[in-house]
């Protein structure tokens, strides 16, 4: 059984062979969900995503699989939402505080009156630098640092 803490780099070259023969055998580029990566014993999307996004395996942190291949291969990359801002995170925060007496959490799901929004989606966000935040903190940070 391999030691999921001492997973050995990946190679961008190996990535894109993967990904390659994903788009060859299926039509479609892979993304996270596609499952075990055939003749990659032990690899699968979902995993390679995840050494993207949270800076593993040789990568640093704040990239996906639909990044990077959008930077390699010119797949197109639609990133979901628009921009975010600090003050809508706060109000949108403020308003579930005062539904539901609890503060929200990366675990509670969709933000009523938004169109998809939720909160895990907020929380990747603010660790990652996506849809202009800067990147290092986290949904819970943002509340303890404005909200007791």
Known sequence: MRNRL?????????????????KKRTGKWPNR???NIP???????SAVHEALRHGRRG???GSSLAKFLSTHRNR???QKGGPLSIKQILTWAKS??????YWPTKDTG????????????????????FRTMKGGSSLSKLLDKHFD
């Open 6 to 22: 001492k997973q050995p780099n990946l190679p961008a070259k190996k990535i894109l062979a993967w990904a390659d023969a994903h």
């Open 76 to 78: 197109p990359y639609r």
């Open 96 to 101: 579930h505080h005062r539904r539901t007496g």
């Open 110 to 129: 969709k933000i009523p009156g938004t169109r998809n929004e939720r909160w895990g989606t907020i929380d990747a966000s603010l660790k990652g630098g």
């Open 39 to 45: 003749g990659a014993k032990g690899e699968n999307w």
């Open 59 to 61: 990568y640093r942190a």
């Open 33 to 35: 969900e596609s499952g």
